[in-house]
């Protein structure tokens, strides 16, 4: 049972586009939702997270919202640029949840390629 | 800055052999996670720990074991090597308070 879906395996944009990766989730338990980039060989590095307060964060070229009534959250980046080309994770955890550990529950992944 | 380090970029064990995979990390986390990376399935999650000695299953613990002896290393154990455990895997640590985890660079795990 994949709590946390992301149903496009690959994305490929042109460089100076808008890169928009989706993610959706089952478990309306979950309060806060994160996402991660991975380069191959290497351990995947936070990105930007939200809280299921909000339903925009934003940070430099990335932003995240989140639809909570859809239990969905969406990634975009503008403007794309090469060196953004990974695979990227969406991760969801129930924080406050009474005795959560803060364990993160990941979607499949979202392989970027971004064309010069 | 966090650091979680993994004893290994790359191994290569033989079916029926015990692995141990160590990981430590230098920020006084509770929190420590042992994940597996398979293409299409995303990251998986083993087994966790919550403090020095208690351990807790994830989705995916059959044939894995943990070790945490210390608040800073957290161990992960093949107990008999498969060809199905060849994989990417993935140490991670996180406060307990916070949802943000920070990832080892990974070992790449390849069963003969």
């Known amino acids: 049972d994949q709590q946390v879906k992301q149903n496009s395996p690959s994305l490929s944009v042109q460089e100076g586009r808008i890169s928009i990766l989706n993610c959706d989730y089952t478990?309306?338990?979950?309060?806060?939702f994160l996402w991660y980039k991975k380069y191959p060989a290497e351990g995947p590095t936070f990105l930007i997270s939200?809280?299921?307060?909000?339903d925009k964060n934003e940070d430099g070229r990335f932003t995240v919202f989140l639809n909570k009534s859809a239990k969905h959250l969406s990634l975009h980046i503008v403007p794309s640029q090469p060196g953004d080309s990974a695979v990227y994770f969406c991760?969801?955890?129930?924080?406050?949840?009474?005795?959560?550990?803060?364990?993160?529950?990941f979607g499949q992944g979202t392989t970027l390629q971004v064309k010069p | 800055d966090v650091k979680v380090t993994q004893s290994s970029r790359y191994l290569v064990k033989r079916t029926g052999e015990k692995v141990f995979l160590e990981c430590v990390q230098d920020?006084?986390?509770?929190?420590m996670f042992w994940y597996r990376q398979d293409p299409g399935l995303g990251l998986r999650l083993i087994y966790f720990s919550y403090d020095v000695k208690m351990k807790e299953k994830g989705d995916i613990p059959e044939g894995y074991s943990v070790s945490r002896e210390k608040k800073e290393r957290f161990s992960l154990i093949l107990e008999s090597a498969s060809t199905n455990q060849t994989s990417m895997y993935l140490c991670a640590s996180s406060l307990t308070d916070k949802a943000e985890a920070f990832f080892g660079q990974g070992t790449r795990l390849t069963v003969v």
């Open positions: 991760a969801a955890s129930a924080l406050r949840v009474s005795g959560n550990t803060g364990k993160l529950i």
């Open positions: 478990n309306s338990m979950f309060d806060y």
């Open positions: 939200i809280s299921s307060i909000k």
């Open positions: 920020m006084d986390h509770e929190n």
